[in-house]
């Protein structure tokens, strides 16, 4: 090969297989389903719309109503240590995805639903009197 594989990659992929072969398959897909539930009731009012109507249970794209998607993503990155996937091209200023995929739990839902209000919902205005 003229090039090394990513030996991390392939590793973790190693791992997760040994994962779901030690429960089922459809075992591991309904664990992702309901993160994806539990992570899409978590936010709801916040100013995101869910894409497209019918959901995959890996990921969420989420619409940023009236932000830039760029800085919701550089604000989890900096803020608070989350990754999440950018969009390119056209919609880059307007959508990213949220994983449901790999060892999460309800810690982690809670974590970046907590974040990501944090980050999308208007800061109060303080008085001073």
């Given at each position: 090969?003229?090039?090394?594989?990513?030996?991390?990659?392939?590793?973790?992929?190693?791992?997760?297989?040994?994962?779901?072969?030690?429960?089922?398959?459809?075992?591991?897909?309904?664990?992702?389903?309901?993160?994806?539930?539990d992570f899409r009731r978590?936010?709801?009012?916040?100013?995101?719309?869910?894409?497209?109507?019918?959901?995959?249970?890996?990921m969420t794209a989420l619409?940023?109503?009236?932000?830039?998607?760029?800085?919701?993503?550089?604000?989890?990155?900096?803020?608070?240590?989350?990754?999440?996937?950018?969009?390119?091209?056209?919609?880059?200023?307007?959508?990213?995805?949220?994983?449901?995929?790999?060892?999460q739990n309800s810690s982690?839902?809670?974590?970046?639903?907590?974040?990501?209000?944090?980050?999308?919902?208007?800061?109060?205005?303080?008085?001073?009197?």
């Amino acid at each position: 090969l003229p090039y090394t594989p990513a030996i991390g990659l392939l590793l973790q992929l190693h791992q997760r297989l040994l994962d779901i072969e030690q429960s089922s398959l459809s075992e591991v897909i309904s664990q992702h389903h309901q993160r994806a539930v539990d992570f899409r009731r978590s936010i709801i009012g916040l100013p995101l719309s869910i894409l497209p109507d019918r959901q995959s249970n890996a990921m969420t794209a989420l619409l940023c109503d009236d932000m830039d998607a760029q800085q919701v993503v550089r604000d989890l990155r900096t803020r608070h240590s989350i990754e999440v996937a950018p969009s390119g091209g056209a919609l880059q200023h307007k959508l990213i995805r949220i994983s449901h995929m790999g060892d999460q739990n309800s810690s982690d839902i809670d974590f970046i639903a907590a974040s990501l209000a944090e980050i999308v919902l208007p800061k109060p205005v303080e008085r001073i009197i």
